[in-house]
Every structure is written in C-alpha cells, then in structure tokens.
C-alpha cells in the first residue's frame, strides 16, 4: 500500500505542476490531479481505521468525497 501512496502522491504532484506551468490544460490535469488525491485520501483513511484512529478516519473520509463531488460536479456538471 505504501508503494500505491507514493505512486499517488507523485501524480497529484506532477499533474498540479503541469496544470500550473500550462503544459496541459487546466481542463485536463485539474480533474486528473484532484482524483489522484482523493485515492490517496481514501488509501490514508483505511489506514486510520486499521490504526483505530476513529476522528482522522472521519476526517479524511469525508475530504475524500469532497474532493470526489468537486470532481464530478467540474467534469459533468460545469
């Protein structure tokens, strides 16, 4: 799993970067940016749960699928 955070973690990383030096399009990196991050928030959460850590479970969970509404709501939506 922790080979998966990284992977993750150097996507979000890369596609932000791409999306802010316009090398793709904001349409494009932002929306493939922001589920890379909300993956990783989804692997972190059922981390805190294997750890029982109940409040930082909630808390990621919920930013998870916030991150996931802004998400869809960008792509199909707006």
């Known amino acids: 799993m922790k080979i998966i955070?990284?992977?993750?973690s150097v996507i979000t990383i890369l596609f932000a970067?791409?999306?802010l030096l316009r090398v793709l399009?904001?349409?494009?990196?932002?929306?493939?940016?922001?589920?890379?991050l909300a993956a990783f928030l989804l692997?972190?959460?059922i981390?805190?749960?294997?750890d029982?850590?109940?409040?930082?479970?909630i808390l990621t969970i919920a930013?998870?699928?916030?991150?996931?509404a802004v998400v869809v709501y960008n792509v199909f939506l707006a």
């Open 17 to 19: 970067a791409l999306g």
């Open 25 to 36: 399009s904001f349409d494009i990196a932002n929306p493939v940016m922001l589920t890379a």
């Open 47 to 50: 981390e805190y749960q294997k």
């Open 5 to 8: 955070k990284i992977v993750l």
């Open 52 to 57: 029982r850590k109940k409040a930082d479970f």
């Open 63 to 68: 930013a998870a699928l916030f991150v996931l």
């Open 43 to 45: 692997l972190q959460s």
